[in-house]
């Protein structure tokens, strides 16, 4: 069965420190999704992306936070300068098709741990 | 804008006994409604969906939840609960004409007893 899958499982930065995570969506999707839930708290949106551009953002995604498609198969979140309170557990997510009532599938997440 | 209440961060059940998960939402438009699983260390894993039609719907491993309207709820349900039933489940709204953007409630753990 079709499966996003995420790399690393989980990363260890310093503080400042620019970290990029992976995605791999499901092949035929078309809308790409990145949240977040730190740890203890929701699971949060961040941003998502459609047609090569950012359809939506939160006010969480801010300038530190950037998102990219560069080969047609990885989508890729990049967090500039890492803050402490970016420690979080990230997941990516893909969708089939523009109608809401799609289902999203979630990959296994990318625990970010900040010191 | 929308959101989503889940009443019970944890939920202790017995084996064989009913699993009552509580969820409540907020929004302006008819949403579509979703209850998601996470075992641990593995991702989020759809359970069920409401979007039109039917109010109760049924999903995987046994679960159902019904949409009551009136009660701008989605109580999730599983007449008897299994030892493989312990994670965290989390119910979540999507509005039409918003994408599938997906906003969450603050998850609820379920320990299950032998």
């Known amino acids: 069965e079709p499966e996003v899958t995420q790399t690393p499982s989980h990363q260890v930065t310093q503080m400042g420190q620019e970290v990029i995570l992976r995605c791999v969506p499901i092949s035929n999707h078309l809308y790409f999704y990145w949240y977040r839930q730190i740890l203890g708290q929701k699971v949060e949106f961040l941003v998502s992306f459609y047609n090569n551009e950012i359809s939506e953002k939160s006010e969480i995604f801010d300038d530190q936070f950037s998102v990219e498609r560069p080969d047609g198969s990885n989508f890729t979140l990049k967090i500039r300068s890492t803050k402490l309170e970016d420690s979080a557990m990230y997941f990516c997510a893909s969708s089939g098709g523009r109608a809401p009532t799609g289902e999203l599938f979630f990959g296994e997440g990318s625990r970010l741990t900040v010191l | 804008a929308q959101s989503v209440t889940q009443l019970g961060s944890h939920v202790s059940v017995s084996e064989g006994a009913l699993v009552l998960l509580r969820c409540n939402y907020s929004?302006?438009?008819?949403?579509?409604l979703f209850w998601y699983v996470q075992y641990p260390n593995q991702g989020l894993q759809l359970l069920l969906k409401y979007t039109t039609g039917a109010t109760l719907v049924k999903g995987i491993n046994g679960f159902e939840a019904e949409f009551k309207k009136s009660e701008t709820s989605f109580h999730l349900t599983k007449p008897s609960a299994h030892m493989s039933d312990a994670a965290e489940y989390f119910c979540?709204?999507?509005?039409?004409?918003?994408?599938?953007?997906?906003?969450f409630g603050g998850g609820t753990r379920v320990l299950v007893k032998p």
């Open positions: 979540a709204v999507s509005v039409p004409a918003a994408g599938n953007k997906l906003t």
């Open positions: 929004s302006s438009v008819p949403p579509y």
